[in-house]
């Protein structure tokens, strides 16, 4: 029998070349790795009167041997090839016109990208990639642009589209909206009672295909009228305030939140603007004596301070 005594020099030199086999095969098949379609076309298109929509896509590359100059990117889309165009601004963009038969409301396609791989300045092979079969189906409908993007609580505002039904409605936020159908082509909605200062998205509600984003929506802060501007109650009488607002109250009413830094001085009933009404009045009863402040909000308001003594 013949004993090889272990080489530690021998063994790191072993375990030095796996690591470095290793790391080569990695960075081979990194470097291979297949382009890949990143699709930006949406599964539902608005329909428009020339029947030609925009496919678009997006090649992905991983490998630098890939030479750019020899890209070709086509659409198949119902057994015709169309050459698609590169981006000028952004190389991996890949678009083309396709004119959808008269009488179709849908299509099925899948994207192909040809390319040359080269190393060490020559040809060494030609690559074709193709991306899944894809879809993309006619919305007979559509939300043009809102009447305005801003505006205070209360206010209503007109939404332009197409193949609108008295069935739709419009959310803000995630609050649903006093929504008015005028025709296939406007609804009308009614900003609710929430804080100012916000953009909120704005969608249409309905229809097969569900939501629709329609674009953002800034409530703008409104001036809450109170009448009068201070009070002063005899302990035991009682006195009306009123609240004001420029516009009718939404279908939920507007709350108003009074607060008093005198609660035992002051007795006074839950405050709402219901719908409709652009006024509300309340009555306030004088209770201890004492002296300081009514603090009056509501969502979408400027808070309004309102002295108050009790005697």
């Known amino acids: 029998m013949i004993y090889i005594k272990d080489n530690p020099m021998m063994n790191t030199l072993s375990t030095l070349s796996k690591s470095i086999l ?21 599964t539902n298109l608005s329909q428009n009167p020339s029947g030609i929509y925009t496919l678009q896509t997006e090649l992905e590359i991983q490998d630098r041997n890939v030479a750019q100059e020899s890209i070709e990117v086509f659409a198949i889309v119902g057994g015709d090839t169309i050459p698609m165009v590169k981006d000028p601004v952004n190389p991996s ?6 004119k959808l038969p008269q009488g179709f409301d849908e299509a099925t396609y899948y994207y192909s990208a040809k390319y040359s791989i080269n190393r060490g300045g020559r040809e060494l092979t030609r690559g074709e990639v193709k991306s899944e079969l894809l879809v993309f189906r006619l919305e007979n409908r559509y939300v043009g642009n809102l009447a305005s993007y801003r505006g205070p609580v209360g206010v209503e505002i007109a939404v332009q589209g197409r193949g609108l039904t008295k069935y739709d409605s419009i ?26 200062g ?9 229809g097969p295909h569900g939501a629709l984003d329609i674009g953002n929506f800034r409530i703008d802060e409104s001036v809450l009228g109170v009448v ?21 109250a939404p279908d939920a009413g507007l709350p108003i ?25 309340i009555p306030i009863r004088g209770g201890e004596p004492g002296e300081g402040k009514l603090v009056v909000t509501a969502p979408g308001y400027q808070p309004v301070e309102v002295p108050i003594r009790v005697y």
């Open 22 to 42: 290793l790391a080569a095969s990695l960075s081979f098949m990194t470097s291979c790795k297949q382009p890949s379609f990143i699709n930006l076309t949406s």
């Open 93 to 98: 963009l890949w678009s083309c016109d396709y």
């Open 171 to 196: 959310t803000l936020g995630e609050k649903k909206t006093t929504t008015r159908f005028l025709s296939e082509n406007e609804l009308r909605f009614t900003v609710p009672a929430l804080p100012s």
């Open 198 to 206: 916000i953009d909120y998205p704005v969608k249409l509600i309905g």
């Open 228 to 248: 009068p501007s201070s009070l002063e109650i005899k302990s035991g009488d009682s006195a009306t305030l009123l609240f004001k607002i420029d516009f009718e």
């Open 257 to 281: 939140d009074v607060r008093t830094d005198i609660a035992q001085s002051v007795i006074m009933p839950v405050a709402i603007i219901t719908k409709g009404n652009k006024t509300v009045n």
